[in-house]
């Protein structure tokens, strides 16, 4: 688990007061395990969680890790999510909320889920089934509501401090005040808090009740605006304000100054703002283009605008090129779109702009470029979802959704997201019933991924339907790769016969037609099903052939670290321990580089056989360990094969009766608390960290 201070991220941009508010979380932190900051949008409380996460991150040895909500529309992916945030990725498991328990149970770890108030049933859930299971577990949780958890403390978050209308000039700058002179210094270098400006910027920062966000969108209109210009708009608002403090009133503000902030903005600009809420979890200027833009917005105008958006501080530079934009901002503009024009043409854009990255993405699987587009996808995952959402939403849209469901299967594959994907293709699938190519390549592609949850019998069927469809319409690629997934689901079934049959079909079908990036799949396949299968010279030579085919890719990870893990486990089954560690070690760094736990899982797996028949009984007990923190079903770790579980048996007990078993169950136990980083270096020869409870390893 990446549990470190490490997980948190980075505070942007400088943080003013809250002195009196860090104190009480970091208080009630102190004396109950689920502490919920509310509050309206805009008012703060995602940097103070940022803020308490990084001044008490010292207190829980385990780790940090805060998890940002806004993006994660559909509240049945919510614990992947999170489990995802912390390091503790699918792999095989059939429940993300098991796989965190499992992650969670014994360790003292502070969890942060930053803006829930979309997802108000859905974290609740979470929250209450991870504080039953796991003791050390805190909780910090933000959002406009409570969560309604047994034993919850709400802390409201209020405005900044505000001076009061008679405070002399001179007497320190209340933390509103400073604020805005932080902010303005940036919009406009070289300002500064004189007593000449005082007395403005005091009164701006009282008509906007203090809410940080009114006052950074109002210290940004200085680039356009002299601060006594600035001071008289505010003034000349019209306010429908009650004078009484509450929640209401303060929401109000913060619309009504987003709502200047809107009227500040050219008509063009306007429009650009609403057209851009469609992107959830950011944008370039290219998707920015190709979504928002028309007859009315050129490439050149779609430029400017988002330029102009910048300097007013309603979207913001968030790396590189890239581009975001705040909750509130965006549920002011998604408003306004609504009113101003039909918002499913553009949605199907976005959906189009997404499907086209992931088919790009798809054609670089194979390639050099595979490692670049696999993080891009990364990137852009709430937008897929989002794209996805969508399609599966909206009435005649599902067939484009399942083709975009099929571009990303290959990322799903690389990430071992083999839960997310299966969720996306059925949602598919149970909505495009009639027969078609879309269907047909979602049935095999939710097929393989079940066979890598150890769902093969469940998978038949689904490539029994795919390889009638492509049969009938003769699509012989099509129905090549379906034949080298009924080879896989053979395979991790037992069944040689039909295995061996499949995938000579595929083969044979595959090579007629040069489908080079399926060929080098189905080659490490082969090697696999003749590893399993008892001929492991064989499989050596096909994990080979699928190295010549790569000879044009030298950089591509994913299929070279697996056909790495086959070489390795031939070399197991021929005795040759020093050639399995030397592949194991190679494809591990390359596992790491791709981020795939279920190959991380496997080699940390064998790597512990390994140590177990060299007698180094400790090393192998933490080993088995780092595998563990995947599930247990089969699929990850040792690849559902029963004879590769009978290996695993008979070393584990060899391992336990040496050390003893509450020696094992220690040094087990640290292997299932490092970090993926601090397991791979310990695979790669490296001593781990150091464990008072366990003792040094001998």
């Known amino acids: ?126 929250v209450r089934s991870l504080l039953v299971d796991c003791p050390g577990l805190r909780v910090l949780a933000t959002g406009r509501q409570q969560l309604g958890v047994a034993r919850e403390a709400v802390l409201e978050v209020p405005p900044l401090a505000v001076p009061e209308a008679a405070d002399p000039p001179g007497g320190g700058p209340s933390d509103a005040v400073e604020l805005f002179a932080r902010r303005a210094a940036e919009a406009v270098p070289g300002f500064t808090l004189t007593d000449a400006v005082l007395p403005d910027v005091a009164m701006l920062c009282r008509r906007l009740d203090g809410i940080p966000l009114a006052i950074e969108l109002a210290a940004a209109q200085l680039r356009s605006l002299p601060l006594d210009r600035l001071v008289r708009r505010i003034d000349g608002l019209v306010w429908t304000l009650e004078s009484a403090v509450s929640e209401d009133v303060r929401h109000q503000t913060l619309r009504t100054t987003v709502g200047w902030s809107h009227e500040l903005c050219a008509p063009l600009e306007r429009l650009l703002w609403a057209r851009l809420t469609v992107f959830v979890g950011g944008f370039d200027l290219a998707m920015a283009v190709e979504v928002c833009g028309d007859e009315r917005l050129d490439p050149d105008g779609v430029a400017a605008c988002l330029s102009g958006l910048a300097e007013k501080s309603i979207v913001q530079r968030v790396a590189g090129n890239r581009y975001d934009m705040l909750d509130t901002l965006r549920e002011y503009g998604a408003v306004w779109l609504n009113q101003v024009e039909d918002v499913r043409p553009l949605l199907a854009r976005h959906r189009d702009c997404m499907t086209r990255l992931a088919r790009r993405a798809a054609s670089a699987w194979m390639s050099d470029g595979q490692s670049a587009w696999v993080r891009r996808m990364d990137t852009e995952r709430d937008n897929l979802r989002a794209a996805l959402e969508f399609c599966f939403t909206v009435p005649g849209e599902a067939r484009a959704g399942l083709a975009l469901a099929g571009a990303l299967w290959r990322t799903w594959l690389c990430r071992s997201r083999f839960t997310e994907g299966r969720y996306w293709l059925d949602r598919g699938l149970e909505l495009v019933t009639e027969p078609g190519p879309e269907r047909a390549e979602a049935l095999w592609q939710t097929a393989y991924l079940r066979t890598n949850q ?58 007629g037609r040069d489908l080079r990036p399926d060929l080098v799949m189905l080659r490490v396949l082969r090697g696999f099903h003749r590893s399993r299968s008892g001929d492991p010279a064989r499989a050596l030579a096909e994990c080979d052939e699928a190295l010549l085919l790569l000879k044009d890719a030298p950089t591509e990870s994913w299929i070279r670290s697996w056909a790495g893990y086959v070489k390795a486990l031939a070399y197991w089954f021929m005795d040759d321990g020093g050639r399995c560690a030397g592949e194991l070690r190679a494809c591990l760094e390359m596992f790491r580089r791709m981020e795939d736990p279920a190959g991380l899982a496997n080699c940390f797996e064998m790597l512990g056989w390994l140590s177990a028949r060299a007698h180094r009984y400790e090393e192998a007990a933490v080993l088995f360990g780092a595998a563990s923190r995947y599930p247990e079903k089969v699929g990850v770790p040792r690849l559902g094969a029963p004879e590769l579980e009978e290996v695993h048996r008979g070393l584990e007990d060899r391992v336990r009766a040496q050390l003893g078993s509450r020696r094992f169950a220690e040094l087990n136990g640290l292997g299932t608390s490092l970090g993926v980083d601090e397991a791979v270096r310990l695979a790669l020869g490296e001593a781990p960290p150091a464990d008072p409870r366990a003792g040094p390893l001998g």
């Open 1 to 126: 688990m990446g549990g470190t201070q490490s997980d948190v991220p980075p505070e942007t941009t400088g943080f003013v007061g809250r002195e009196r508010e860090l104190r009480e979380v970091r208080e009630a932190l102190a004396r109950t395990r689920l502490v919920t900051l509310t509050g309206p949008g805009g008012v703060g409380k995602s940097r103070i969680a940022l803020r308490t996460a990084r001044e008490i991150a010292g207190r829980f040895p385990d780790g940090v890790c805060m998890v940002e909500l806004s993006g994660v529309r559909d509240g049945n992916l919510l614990a992947d999510t999170v489990a995802e945030a912390m390091g503790v990725r699918d792999g095989s498991a059939p429940s993300a909320v098991g796989l965190l328990t499992r992650a969670l149970r014994g360790k003292r770890f502070l969890l942060i889920l930053d803006t829930c108030e979309h997802l108000v049933p859905e974290c609740a859930a979470l």
């Open 454 to 511: 150890g769902d093969s019998p469940e998978a038949l069927p689904l490539i029994g339907e795919a390889l009638k469809y492509f049969e009938r319409t003769g699509d012989t690629a099509g129905y090549a790769r379906a034949q080298r997934t009924l080879g896989s689901a053979a395979t991790f079934m037992g069944d040689t016969e039909r295995a061996d049959d499949a995938l000579d079909e595929a083969l044979r079908i595959m090579t």
